[in-house]
């Protein structure tokens, strides 16, 4: 991938992860993988792209009044506890099952959308 095509694709990143709420990571480790990264290093390099996202856009949202953290304390701490957890069990994870995880939820995550 050339340099204007890694930017484009970072623009579509940060587009979709905000237009859907998620689904930056689902993009950007495909990418990665064509970058010749292992399942795990993608999925891994995938947090730290879209972390940074993440946290610009909560701030914007914050900032303009459209979130309260008060209403995100159900999903907030136990998937800081979540998120904990997985950065250890990744590295026990091979990269044949890390990518059958990652096939699977992606082929649940589309289905999910289209029929719901």
């Known amino acids: 991938m050339n340099i204007i095509s890694k930017f484009i694709s970072g623009f579509l990143i940060g587009t979709v992860n905000i237009l859907l709420g998620a689904g930056g990571g689902m993009l950007t480790v495909p990418l990665y993988r064509r970058m ?14 879209i972390l940074p996202i993440t946290i610009v856009s909560a701030i914007i949202y914050l900032k303009n009044g459209d979130v ?8 907030l701490i136990p998937g800081l506890i979540g998120s904990i957890m997985g950065t250890f069990l990744i590295k026990k994870l091979s990269n044949n099952i890390l990518n059958v995880i990652f096939s699977l939820f ?5 289905l999910r959308l289209l029929f719901k």
Do not use: C
């Not at 309260?68 to 999903?75: A, E, V, W």
């Not at 992606?106 to 589309?110: P, S, Y």
């Open 36 to 49: 010749d990264m292992s399942q795990k290093q993608a999925q891994i390099n995938a947090v730290a792209t």
């Open 68 to 75: 309260k953290l008060t209403d995100t304390y159900i999903y």
């Open 106 to 110: 992606m082929i649940w995550a589309g």
